[in-house]
């Protein structure tokens, strides 16, 4: 007898930790109906690097953050020669749409001469800080895309403004 293999159906929409996938934006919509979002202010505490990408011809780099929503981008100070900088650097956004708007963090090195080096980002959906587990609140240490290592440590606070 040949034994069938049983297809595990994919949730589409909320992964395991309760947060939206940016994958599926009918699945967001539909969801944004249902909890009634509305604007607010975002603030994204950049903390630490860990295991940045070595880009510098000694061993080392000069990371620096810049966050962005929308069209308003802050910029971190940068840290000389450090693999495992801490910037512990606050920044606010107001946010029209929650649902759809991303925050996105890219981190540089430093150049002194030259154009920066991009050593790699992450983006993340607003909405996934609403619904975090812990409630408009979200700590979490992120994996930096686009990039061989590294990660970034974030703080996110969603306050709804009425």
């Not at 007898?1 to 309760?18: F, H, M, V, W, Y």
């Not at 450090?82 to 963090?105: A, G, M, Q, T, Y």
């Amino acid at each position: 007898k040949k034994k069938k293999k049983k297809k595990k159906k994919k949730k589409k929409g909320i992964n395991q930790l309760g947060t939206i996938d940016q994958q599926d934006e009918k699945q967001v919509e539909n969801l944004a109906k249902l909890w009634n979002f509305s604007n607010g202010e975002v603030k994204v505490t950049i903390n630490s690097g860990k295991d940045l990408p070595a880009v510098d011809k000694s061993g080392t780099s000069d990371p620096y953050v810049i966050v962005e929503v929308g069209k308003k981008a802050f910029k971190t100070k940068h840290i000389s020669k450090n693999l495992n900088p801490s910037w512990n650097e606050s920044f606010s956004f107001s946010v029209k749409d929650p649902v759809h708007e991303r925050i996105s963090i890219k981190v540089f090195d430093h150049n002194t001469f030259g154009n920066a080096t991009k050593m790699g980002d992450i983006t993340i959906p607003i909405v996934n800080i609403l619904k975090a587990p812990g409630g408009c609140i979200m700590e979490k240490d992120f994996p930096l895309e686009n990039s061989r290592c590294g990660t970034v440590s974030l703080n996110f606070e969603y306050t709804e403004i009425s």
